[in-house]
């Protein structure tokens, strides 16, 4: 493994990206016991930081953003640890929505490649690519004096590297469902066990609507460790508009919530984010809503203003493209009702990509009965992608009556849907989050380009 030696000067931005991606190439490991090491090394900045910490299966980085650009607009300095990321690396690192600079990334990240020297040194684990990213962002986050740092877990919780923070003050669950089967449990319960491990003694504790086996689970989790529970309650949402562009409703004494991010889905994630900030509310002894009609606009303007792309995320118009990062089965039931509630009767162009280790064929049988055509391309991480040939056949072997077409490329799958979409035509990219950026830059170069040729047939 290569770590730099001793330096003259600065880490560029460069650098430090090119030593995280040589870190990368060892894979990841659970347990904490690496990068408390680690931390120790980089003198324990988490233990200076408050957090709230997400974990679960499908809707944690919309329920960070919500919760986040609400904690912001009501006047605390906050911080978001995201992954994966869809349009820039330094995405997973944000103060108050910005983004991580590129000198300070790289500032950061030269105090954790002194600390690996360190370690090394003294013949101590190394950590991985996700530990030290996950080093340079409590750097940056205690450097910024955060109030509080909203955290996503990575993989399950209870050994995600994330999970070396103790001052938890809310612990919140999203949707929680079959993911990475055989590394972080094999049934539903013990998935469901690993997520409850980001639990700290006290805290309190906020879950979206589950099923029973994670109900047992999580109460079972919070009584022991005194944490008080609450369930969002989407039941108790009324619904006042809602299209592909987003919705309008109200819920329990908060009236006329609008928000941008559209799915059917996205009701249940923003209400599990306003019972997030509603025990913030409650608990903290000295809020910056002072009055309850500060805390109403602070709630209303923080869901208006938050931004997650690739979640039903829509780019384009006249034909609509719609991009999702529906990687499971449950996320892929919650796509197909949406396509179902805001299209119905329709056939949409699918351009889909997919990891080989994902329930794939689960994905299709979800989404196929909704296609006119699919264009199957390969996901940029070329050691994980299902190849386009292989998802062609896994398409075929659900269904004969679609046509496919294994075009590979993801430029080459956005020309060709282009082409064939009518102005009213609907299309649709799905499978994985990791090449939907690709995608969104790919629909605007190929609409600049037949603009630019429409204009030189016109003169």
């Not at 974990?55 to 911080?79: D, Q």
């Not at 059917?264 to 509310?281: D, G, M, P, R």
Request: aromatic share 10%.
């Amino acid at each position: 493994m290569i770590y730099f030696q001793e330096r003259n000067k600065s880490v560029t931005y460069k650098e430090a990206r090119v030593y995280l991606d040589e870190l990368s190439k060892y894979g990841s490991v659970l347990g904490l016991d690496t990068i408390r090491g680690l931390l120790r090394e980089l003198g324990n900045p988490q233990d200076r930081l408050r957090f709230i910490h997400i974990a679960g299966t499908n809707g944690k980085g919309s329920v960070l953003a919500y919760t986040s650009t609400i904690l912001s607009e009501a006047g605390y300095r906050i911080g978001r640890y995201v992954s994966p990321t869809v349009v820039s690396y330094r995405e997973r690192i944000q103060v108050d929505g910005d983004m991580i600079s590129k000198h300070s990334f790289a500032e950061e990240t030269e105090k954790v490649q002194d600390a690996i020297v360190r370690l090394k040194e003294a013949k101590e684990p190394l950590p991985t690519v996700f530990e030290a990213e996950t080093a340079i962002a409590f750097l940056y986050f205690e450097k910024k004096k955060c109030d509080f740092v909203v955290l996503e877990s990575g993989l399950g919780g209870k050994e995600d590297a994330t999970n070396i923070v103790k001052n938890t003050v809310c612990a919140v669950f999203s949707s929680i469902s079959m993911d990475h089967v055989g590394i972080i449990g094999n049934t539903l319960s013990e998935i469901a066990e690993t997520k409850a491990g980001i639990m700290k003694p006290g805290c309190t504790v906020v879950s979206a609507p589950q099923k029973s086996e994670v109900r047992i689970v999580l109460e079972r989790k919070a009584k022991e460790l005194g944490c008080p529970l609450f369930y969002a309650e989407p039941e108790k949402a009324v619904i006042l508009e809602e299209d592909y562009r987003g919705m309008r409703f109200s819920y329990k004494s908060t009236e006329n919530i609008q928000i941008r991010l559209s799915g059917t889905y996205q009701l249940i994630n923003a209400v599990t984010a306003w019972e997030t900030v509603h025990v913030l509310k409650q608990s903290e002894e000295k809020p910056f809503w002072q009055k309850e009609q500060d805390w109403e606009q602070s709630v209303k303007t923080g869901f208006l203003k938050t931004e997650w792309f690739g979640r039903f995320t829509n780019i384009s118009e006249r034909p609509i493209v719609l991009v999702d990062g529906a990687h499971n089965e449950d996320a892929a039931k919650r796509l197909a009702e949406s396509v179902r509630t805001y299209f119905p009767g329709k056939k949409l162009i699918y351009i889909m990509g997919v990891f080989r280790d994902k329930e794939y064929d689960k994905i299709i049988r979800s989404m196929i009965p909704y296609a006119r055509c699919v264009y199957a391309v390969d996901l940029p991480n070329t050691e994980r992608t299902l190849s386009a040939q292989k998802l062609k056949e896994a398409v075929l072997a659900e269904s004969k009556d679609v046509p496919v077409y294994a075009v590979g490329q993801i430029r080459q799958a956005v020309k060709k849907a282009l082409r064939d979409a009518g102005e009213d035509d609907i299309i649709l990219a799905f499978g994985s989050l990791s090449y939907l950026g690709q995608v969104k830059e790919a629909v605007y170069k190929e609409q600049t380009e037949q603009k630019r040729h429409l204009i030189e047939d016109e003169g």
